[in-house]
């Protein structure tokens, strides 16, 4: 492990997605905190990805079913509205990327890839909110992309436990490496 070029995304922390998620949500943010300590004492690169719009969501379809309830909240998900800020818990440092994307998975509507070849990713570690969002769709992308990947437990958090623990348990060991915060950490060690 050691060899590869790891880098840690930490996907959709932002305060209306950590606050919808409640106590989960609270739960991995803590996590995802150790996870960027470790990381930067190791100096394994971090990518912050958040999901944020343009006024007037100009990015969102009527006919896109999951999205376009998004229409009626104001400019609740605006790249300007406090809500869509990541939360200071796992905030970048200057010089962290900060990707900004338009769908739910990582990749869709941003410039990660670009980022990411530019840090000669190797292994994608993977912590976010919600398991069944961003991280699902980004284990499925960045597989596809052939990345190695890595997906931390106790770092993501879904609406649904249940949700999160078929994902987890059943559907992401196909396409990657699922683990704790802690057992990622020894790795590194």
Known sequence: MATERSVLLLMDFQHGIVQGAERSGAAAVASAARA??????????VVHVRVAFRPEYPEIAPS??????????????????PLTAIVLDVAPLPGEPVVV??????????DLDVVLRGLRAERLVLAGIATSGVVLSTVRHAADLDYR????????AD????????????????QAQVSTVDEWIGAQD
């Open 36 to 45: 960027l300590s470790a990381a930067r004492d190791r100096g394994v690169p």
């Open 159 to 174: 609406h649904d436990p249940e949700v999160h623990r078929v994902l987890m348990r059943k559907v992401f060991p196909r």
């Open 64 to 81: 896109n079913l999951a999205l376009s309830s998004i229409l009626d909240g104001g400019d609740s998900m605006t790249e300007a509205s």
């Open 149 to 156: 990947l890595t997906v931390l437990f106790d770092a993501c």
């Open 101 to 110: 994307k338009r769908r739910f998975g990582a990749f869709s509507g941003s």
